[in-house]
T-cell receptor, first 115, second 113 residues
Framework: NAGVMQNPRHLVRRRGQEARLRCSPM?????VYWYRQLPEEGLKFMVY????????ESGMPKERFSAEFPKEGPSILRIQQVVRGDSAAYFC?????????????FGQGTRLTVV | AQSVTQPDIHITVSEGASLELRCNYS??????LFWYVQSPGQGLQLLLK??????LVQGIKGFEAEFKRSQSSFNLRKPSVHWSDAAEYFC???????????FGQGTELSVKP
């Protein structure tokens, strides 16, 4: 059973470009969470999604950031018109669902560098 | 509001010495508590978790943690540290088992030979 897969592992974008980060949850998991880790900081929750639904986006910046988890395919975190301050590690986690007695499992992260 | 505090930003211990990393949480209901470890450039690996039951929890790599409701703490311990334990350690709290996590700032552990 493959773990949570994130790609790319490293992404370099110029200011003003778009960044697309992908997350494939573990098999059987229908809940996905995105977290951001800024340099020298802990992880901050961004968004919680189920298939085709955004459940909690209380941690998402109001502009330029969006997330989706379509019926088919991976979850996508999209950052439009990136700025230097978006440089961070972005982690995805998945879980089977709140009714299951288990924790969320994390991917290896995507390290975004904006130049 | 939920919050997690890890008072120690950086700790250095000698190899073979015992270790305790502190974690205090603020949460109104029964929390679900976690400790994760992150090696440089890597993702997070779960060390252990507390959902209910016995307040002393055993995890992987010889780590354990004790949930103390009266102190709102969930400190991580290891009796004898190995050089490979050098990493960053994060405490986290969640409202439910698989849900949204609130992380502490992390404690960076260095191990002296």
């Amino acid at each position: 059973n493959a773990g949570v897969m994130q790609n790319p592992r490293h992404l370099v974008r110029r200011r003003g470009q778009e960044a697309r980060l992908r997350c494939s949850p573990m098999k059987g998991h229908s809940h996905v969470y995105w977290y951001r880790q800024l340099p020298e900081e802990g992880l901050k929750f961004m968004v919680y999604l189920q298939k085709e639904n955004i459940i909690d986006e209380s941690g998402m910046p109001k502009e330029r950031f969006s997330a989706e988890f379509p019926k088919e395919g991976p979850s996508i975190l999209r950052i439009q018109q990136v700025v230097r301050g978006d440089s961070a590690a972005y982690f995805c986690a998945s879980s089977p669902g709140r009714e299951k007695n288990t924790e969320a499992f994390f991917g290896q992260g995507t390290r975004l560098t904006v130049v | 509001a939920q919050s997690v505090t890890q008072p120690d930003i950086h700790i250095t211990v000698s190899e073979g010495a015992s270790l305790e990393l502190r974690c205090n949480y603020s949460y109104g209901a029964t929390p679900y508590l976690f400790w994760y470890v992150q090696s440089p450039g890597q993702g997070l690996q779960l060390l252990l978790k507390y959902f209910s039951g016995d307040t002393l929890v055993q995890g992987i790599k010889g780590f354990e943690a004790e949930f103390k409701r009266s102190q709102s703490s969930f400190n991580l311990r290891k009796p004898s540290v190995h050089w490979s334990d050098a990493a960053e350690y994060f405490c986290a709290v969640a409202q439910n088992q698989g849900g949204k996590l609130i992380f502490g700032q992390g404690t960076e552990l260095s191990v002296k030979p």
